[in-house]
């Protein structure tokens, strides 16, 4: 059994920064990659982006490029989300999730996920 527990949510003005982190745990923690996602109120939840486990390689969805960062430390089996230049349409829960194999596409294959962290930007 995996767990991902994000934290560092919270309430920032537009402009401002926030960092996320996921923290990964289990018997033998093992992941191709991991996820970050996010749900504002009555949409649908949106890719934001990943980071590969093994060369740190990231990858971001169009809408956050430039302004969001994705790190990990393997030692800590933990992934971050530094996002900057924050808008109120990033307002969401923002999800970590784990990929254990390389599934072809951004957005399959994420077999774990955490329980969210709040981001809420106002204007």
């Known amino acids: 059994q995996v767990q991902l527990v994000e934290s560092g949510g919270g309430l920032v003005q537009a402009g401002g920064s926030l960092r996320l982190s996921c923290a990964a745990s289990?018997?033998?923690?093992?992941?191709?990659?991991m996820g970050w996602f996010r749900q504002a109120p009555g949409k649908e939840r949106e890719f934001v982006g990943r980071?590969?486990?093994?060369?740190?390689?990231?990858y971001y969805t169009d809408s956050v490029k430039g302004r969001f960062t994705m790190s990990r430390d393997n030692a800590k089996n933990t992934v971050y989300l530094q996002m900057n230049s924050l808008k109120p349409e990033d307002t969401a829960v923002y999800y970590c999730?784990?990929?254990?194999?390389?599934?072809?596409?951004?957005?399959?294959?994420?077999?774990?996920w955490g329980q969210g962290a709040q981001v809420t930007v106002s204007s």
């Open positions: 980071i590969t486990w093994s060369t740190g390689s990231p």
């Open positions: 999730a784990a990929k254990p194999s390389p599934v072809p596409g951004p957005t399959a294959g994420y077999t774990y």
């Open positions: 289990g018997r033998t923690f093992s992941a191709y990659a």
